[in-house]
């Protein structure tokens, strides 16, 4: 079964013309911020800038993986600390994604017990993890809920919660694929990579669009100076220029003085590759920008073959977490897949399937879910997934059958 979902907040209705929208987006905005508690935001902002270290692609990675830290410095912003209305137009994404967080979290949060609160609490603020593995779960309860099962969480690894209602109870377990699964070459040398050559290029007055594509999965000690070897002969000689022990540095470069245009900058972005980790800054990195540089880093990857084998171990180690005796769902999200009905139509993913379930007798169904993502629409923001279901045919709980899986009308 396939389902499209879309969740809607906006700031103004454009059938009604009623500017009433903003108070209930602040409204559950300010419910996710109590639920972290000012003083541990406090906290996480200092040390992601001690994590950062000074640097901006480093910072740029750590915002990332935490960015509540900057959707409430953003909002402090846009209301003067909360002395003012919410504007109409304006509001970053991420304040979106934050006030739809604590949509979420209104409608599920009597469900926590008390020391699995903690818990997500220090997730959402984690410097080492990302947050969007728990919103995956604050999705699937508050999907479960709305179709009228209490839910009873887990501490402690394993099953996330037993949804019941009546006589039915199940398990759920949620996994999430990163695009880093494939990567070979870990973010942190990936962040320190750029930060370098970004840097080299900094000292000789130079930016641009950038590419550079390397074979390393761990740094040299001596990568400054392998750069400046590489680099020396800049602006002089004309790329592609391979650097020695690193690998080759194509693109464009300009000088210090020509800035993109805002749209330039945009089409830029947009047409960045998916297989490469992106980085972009204004020159220098301190005083005034005077230039812009997008750097794309394309590192060596896992082989799809592989890639595939290693997403069927993460989908039955989530088999394995829900235990035999109850029926159980996992949900499955891959975060580089847009498009649901690649796991409907492929053979890789119809073949894991069935060797799972027919290792897995307990597991009533797996739901694929495409990569969330979001769109700015006038007035508002909207986030958008697919997803597709498949039942156990070898299944063993004959009550699996009235397990619900996937709702069209899931987003209000």
């Known amino acids: ?7 809607q907040l906006r700031t103004y209705s454009s059938s009604t013309g009623r500017v009433e929208g903003r108070e ?19 906290e996480a902002r200092s040390r992601r800038h001690l994590r950062a270290a000074g640097s901006p692609f480093r910072l740029a990675a750590l915002q990332q ?53 903690q ?20 999705d699937a309860a508050f999907f479960y809920r709305k179709n009228g099962f209490d839910l009873h969480w887990i501490a402690g690894q394993g099953a996330e919660f037993v949804a019941r209602k009546g006589d039915l109870r199940f398990k759920v377990e949620c996994k999430q694929i990163s695009p880093r ?21 900094e000292s000789r007055g130079l930016a641009g669009d950038l590419s550079l594509r390397t074979a390393l999965t761990q740094l040299p000690d001596d990568l400054t100076a392998r750069l400046s070897r590489g680099l020396d002969a800049l602006p002089r000689t004309r790329l592609p220029v391979e650097i020695d022990g690193i690998g080759e540095l194509s693109g464009d470069l300009r000088p210090f003085g020509r800035r993109l245009g805002h749209d330039a900058l945009q089409k830029l972005l947009e047409g960045a590759a998916h297989d490469a980790r992106c980085y972009v800054a204004s020159l220098p990195f301190e005083g005034p920008p005077q230039a812009d540089l997008i750097l794309q880093i394309f590192g060596p990857q896992v082989p799809m073959g592989e890639h595939l084998a290693n997403v069927e171990r993460i989908l039955a180690l989530g088999a394995d977490q829900l235990g035999a005796d109850m029926p159980g769902v996992v949900l499955m999200e891959i975060q580089t897949v ?24 307990h597991l009533a169904a797996i739901v694929w879910r495409a990569h969330t993502h979001g769109e700015a629409v006038v007035g508002g923001y909207e986030l958008h997934r697919e997803a597709f279901a498949e039942r156990n045919p070898w299944g063993v709980y004959a009550e699996a059958g009235q397990i619900p899986l996937v709702d069209p009308d899931q987003g209000d």
């Open 338 to 361: 847009g498009d649901a009905t690649l796991f409907r139509d492929k053979a890789p993913f119809r073949e894991m399937n069935g060797r799972v379930f027919r290792q897995h007798p």
């Open 181 to 201: 699964l494939r990567e070979r070459l870990p973010d942190w040398g990936a962040n320190t990579l750029a930060d370098a050559l970004s840097r080299f290029l």
């Open 65 to 117: 993986k935490q960015p509540w830290v900057d959707a409430f410095e953003a909002f402090d912003r846009l209301t003067i600390r909360g002395s003012r209305r919410l504007p109409t137009h304006g509001i970053p994404p991420i304040v979106f994604r934050a006030a739809i967080a604590g949509r979420l979290l209104s409608r599920i949060s009597s469900t926590f017990p008390v020391a699995v609160a």
């Open 119 to 138: 818990q997500m609490r220090n997730r959402l603020l984690d410097l080492d993890d990302r947050a969007e593995p728990l919103l995956m779960e604050w």
């Open 24 to 42: 209930e987006i602040a409204h559950f905005f300010k419910i996710f911020r109590a639920f972290l508690g000012d003083a541990a935001i406090r």
């Open 1 to 7: 079964m396939h389902a499209c979902w879309v969740e």
